[in-house]
């Protein structure tokens, strides 16, 4: 008996989804409308391809990832048979990052963690490239049970979020920062840069108090400047200490007595080498708060201060949505580790 209803049966040739992974997920959505239940025999190999009007090598492929998944099971001469729930199979997760780096890879390995053996999860690159993240979409609709997403990107922020808006909200999980214009129900574990900046320079104030200058070295072309900057701006004209925003540190003009609020490793170390090469010493003469900790900060020249998130608790937090179902948004804020730089 076929419990496959005319509905699901619709392959649309034009897609960008295989024809494969529309035939699972077809039966995935069979199976969460229940018109497919535990113990149910899926029509044959053979009968579905006459019904799809696809070859019998598409069917096998659609079969075979569910089987992979947990989701069906075949039994030696006598066919496919719905084995569980998708909610109680081996859930399929794709975290998909901007790029890769050391608070990243906290990210995963504690999500990882978190969620367990009975997940299977793969991360993939978009690179700041909007194209690049929507073709990956569009050619991985359904396959993954959640999708959870940095949305940082180089431009053209519309053809993400156009692409982002074609996963149902219940599957997905943004991190770092929100997206305007999606409908509500998905999940959020985010950074309020502004604000976070603000608050942590002013619980660092007593550490900056003994320099005439802080300098923030950040640049203009990477995500979330704007809110960096006016959080930045908000803290030195409450506390009215000097300030002055730069793209880049030039070693030739580089001053003592001021503290410098680096963003990217190379304008660090410019700060250490030039202090060195001038004698000057961290933490007395010059200051350096560097952006997003690591397990190198925390040893280079003596330590480095640092403002940053807790990336653990992030990957932590997206696993929960994902192991409790439940969708929240949550502030992920910034912390100051006070070290020999400052």
């Not at 053209?156 to 599957?171: G, L, S, T, V, Y």
């Not at 942590?200 to 990477?222: C, D, E, F, G, M």
Request: glycine share 4%; charged share 25%.
């Amino acid at each position: 008996m076929s419990y496959l209803t005319p509905k699901s049966r619709f392959i649309n040739a034009n897609s960008r989804v295989p024809k494969y992974r529309q035939v699972a997920n077809t039966i995935l959505w069979e199976i969460e409308q229940e018109n497919l239940k535990p113990g149910h025999r899926l029509p044959s190999i053979n009968e579905t391809s006459a019904e799809y009007y696809l070859s019998r090598d598409t069917i096998v492929k659609a079969y075979y990832e569910l089987a992979h998944r947990g989701i069906i099971t075949s039994i030696p001469g006598k066919g496919f048979y719905v084995n569980t729930t998708p909610e109680k199979a081996v859930l399929k997760i794709v975290l998909i990052l901007n790029k890769l780096s050391h608070y990243k890879q906290e990210v995963h390995q504690a999500m990882v963690k978190k969620l367990g053996e009975e997940t299977n999860t793969t991360i993939f690159i978009h690179n700041h490239d909007a194209s690049l993240f929507q073709s990956f979409i569009l050619e991985n609709l359904g396959f993954y049970d959640y999708y959870v997403i940095m949305p940082h990107f180089n431009g053209n922020q519309e053809q993400a979020r156009k692409a982002i808006a074609k996963i149902p909200n219940n599957k997905l999980i943004l991190l770092d920062q929100d997206i305007d214009g999606l409908n509500p129900g998905y999940g959020l574990v985010y950074q309020d840069y502004q604000r976070d900046l603000e608050n942590t320079l002013s619980k660092a104030q007593k550490h900056l108090a003994k320099y005439k200058k802080i300098y923030l070295v950040y640049p203009s072309s990477r995500q979330c400047s704007g809110r960096i900057i006016k959080g930045f701006k908000a803290f030195c004209n409450q506390s009215q200490m000097d300030h002055e925003i730069l793209e880049k540190v030039n070693p030739s003009k580089l001053e003592k007595d001021c503290v410098y609020l680096v963003i990217e490793e190379s304008d660090l170390l410019k700060v250490i080498k030039t202090s060195q090469k001038n004698q000057w010493e961290l933490g007395q003469d010059v200051g350096i708060i560097a952006y997003n900790d690591s397990p190198c900060k925390e040893i280079l020249a003596g330590g480095i201060s640092v403002i940053t998130t807790d990336h653990r608790k992030m990957g932590v937090s997206a696993a929960d949505m994902i192991l409790n179902r439940n969708r929240k948004k949550l502030h992920n804020p910034f912390i100051f580790k006070k070290r020999a730089s400052l």
